[in-house]
């Protein structure tokens, strides 16, 4: 499976974003989807998580400044980040939990990372 990101780049503080997330390959359902961020040398900390049946899960920062949806007919997972502040500049990266079929039709879990999209807050 391969999770492609996009959307990142240097936006003014107050500024939105809208990132997104692909996941490719032999997928036969996406459990959940969501974005995590980490800066230089920090822990990688949650940002948003999708769960199925449109449940969502964000951390304290950014409550009431982001949202998360996801599209099962594109298996993409978008995360708009509103009244960006330089505190949110980070690497974003996408991760999923992807019930996975093999060739063999055997199914099975697999949590996967994308390569991250970097956020530039600019004061």
């Known amino acids: 499976v391969q999770l492609v990101e996009s959307g990142g780049g240097l936006v003014q503080a107050g500024g939105s974003l809208r990132l997104s997330c692909a996941a490719s390959?032999?997928?036969?359902?996406?459990?959940?989807m969501g974005w995590c961020r980490q800066a230089p040398g920090k822990e990688r900390d949650l940002v948003a998580w999708?769960?199925?049946?449109?449940?969502?899960n964000n951390t304290d920062s950014v409550k009431g400044r982001i949202t998360i949806s996801k599209d099962n007919t594109k298996k993409t997972v978008y995360l708009q980040i509103n009244s960006l502040k330089p505190e949110d500049a980070d690497i974003y990266y996408c991760?999923?939990?992807?019930?996975?079929?093999?060739?063999?039709?055997?199914?099975?879990?697999?949590?996967?990372w994308g390569h991250g999209t970097q956020v530039t807050v600019s004061s």
């Open positions: 999708n769960t199925g049946g449109g449940r969502t």
């Open positions: 991760n999923a939990d992807i019930r996975m079929i093999a060739p063999n039709a055997t199914l099975y879990n697999r949590d996967s």
């Open positions: 390959g032999s997928i036969f359902s996406i459990n959940a």
